[in-house]
């Protein structure tokens, strides 16, 4: 059939055919292996979490001490810690885990870059400044050195809170979906650790943010002796939104002993509507939106095609 075509032109359809090829198959097997990825991430975080509350166990076992403590201890504990690195550290802390950074030296490193970040930022406005040609009056160099020192100060917590914002608003869009799958799950029988472990890996492959929140929930849940303290753990990597919801309404259900089926239909018809809500909102400012971009790009067009006519065949 390619008989006719010159050597050269027969090998350039070959290798395009190729190509076409591997690129086909790289767009129906990137998404199988991007899914594949997403659970074993998943996976490790998941046991990694419970490796470590294994050997924490194993460790305050060893020492023969309890792993629940009285109030007044844990009063006394809290007040020493907060004497110490003050409340700045435990905000700090939790940033970090709402932006999904769990290792312990986190908070440590993030002090440091607030520190040694503005000397940086104004070495290097000074140097900028001295190696200009033009002359800065000493008010205005003074202005731009302390706004690069205190935009220095700031930028690690704008970096750690865009992170913490952007896994908030992923994990808002994910969980009223995964939060009718726990009824379904809970209303069959199951208990809420197997429902959230079993969700977990169903929505790994869609949000993998919220299958590591929900396999570390479950992981404490199973592991920790303090039911309590899994979902006030929970809430607190969350941040905030529906997910902080379920964690408050499981807390209640534990405190007063209240059917936790219930309280998940009770809390899933909630997240329905306000989901409902959000999206007429969204559809109600629309059009408002729509305003600016077709003044700026529809109606020049529509009056040119109009108008442009009459110009051209004008005497």
């Known amino acids: 059939m390619l008989d006719f075509l010159p050597f050269d032109q027969t090998l350039l359809l070959t290798v395009i055919s190729a190509v076409a090829a591997f690129i086909t198959f790289l767009a129906v097997a990137m998404p199988l292996i991007k899914n594949t990825e997403k659970?074993?991430?998943?996976?490790?975080?998941?046991?990694?979490r419970k490796k470590s509350l294994y050997q924490s166990a194993r460790e305050q076992a060893k020492k023969g001490t309890t792993v629940e403590r009285s109030a007044a201890q844990n009063i006394a504990a809290f007040y020493r810690v907060q004497q110490l690195a003050g409340t700045a550290?435990?905000?700090?802390?939790?940033?970090?885990?709402?932006?999904?950074?769990?290792?312990?030296?986190?908070?440590?490193?993030?002090?440091?870059?607030?520190?040694?970040?503005?000397?940086?930022?104004t070495l290097l406005a000074m140097m900028f400044l001295s190696a200009g040609d033009r002359e800065i009056k000493d008010g205005l160099k003074f202005l731009i050195i302390g706004s690069v020192a205190v935009f220095g100060f700031f930028l690690p917590r704008i970096l750690i809170k865009n992170m913490a914002d952007k896994r908030q608003i992923e994990i808002s869009q994910t969980f009223p979906d995964a939060l009718d799958m726990i009824l379904i799950c809970v209303?069959?029988?199951?208990?809420?650790?197997?429902?959230i472990s079993k969700i977990a890996e169903e929505v790994a492959p869609?949000?993998?943010?919220?299958?590591?929140?929900?396999?570390?929930?479950?992981?404490?849940?199973?592991?920790?002796?303090?039911?309590?303290?899994?979902?006030?753990?929970?809430?607190?990597?969350?941040g905030g939104g529906s997910a902080k919801s379920f964690a408050t309404a499981m807390l209640q259900a534990e405190q007063y002993g209240t059917s936790i089926s219930k309280a998940v239909r009770v809390l899933a018809d909630e997240q329905r509507q306000m989901r409902m809500a959000m999206a007429e909102q969204k559809a109600a400012a629309l059009p408002p939106k729509l305003t600016v971009p077709m003044i700026l790009f529809f109606l020049p067009a529509l009056f040119v095609t109009i108008l442009g006519p009459a110009f051209l065949t004008a005497p």
């Not at 950074?101 to 000397?119: E, G, M, N, T």
């Open 187 to 195: 209303q069959g029988g199951i208990g809420i650790e197997g429902a």
């Open 89 to 121: 550290s435990t905000q700090a802390r939790a940033l970090m885990l709402q932006a999904g950074i769990r290792k312990p030296s986190a908070p440590l490193i993030y002090f440091f870059a607030r520190i040694i970040l503005p000397v940086i930022f």
């Open 39 to 48: 659970k074993q991430h998943y996976q490790e975080v998941v046991e990694q």
């Open 206 to 238: 869609i949000s993998e943010v919220l299958a590591e929140e929900l396999g570390l929930l479950s992981a404490e849940l199973g592991l920790l002796n303090d039911r309590k303290a899994a979902f006030k753990g929970f809430a607190i990597r969350v």
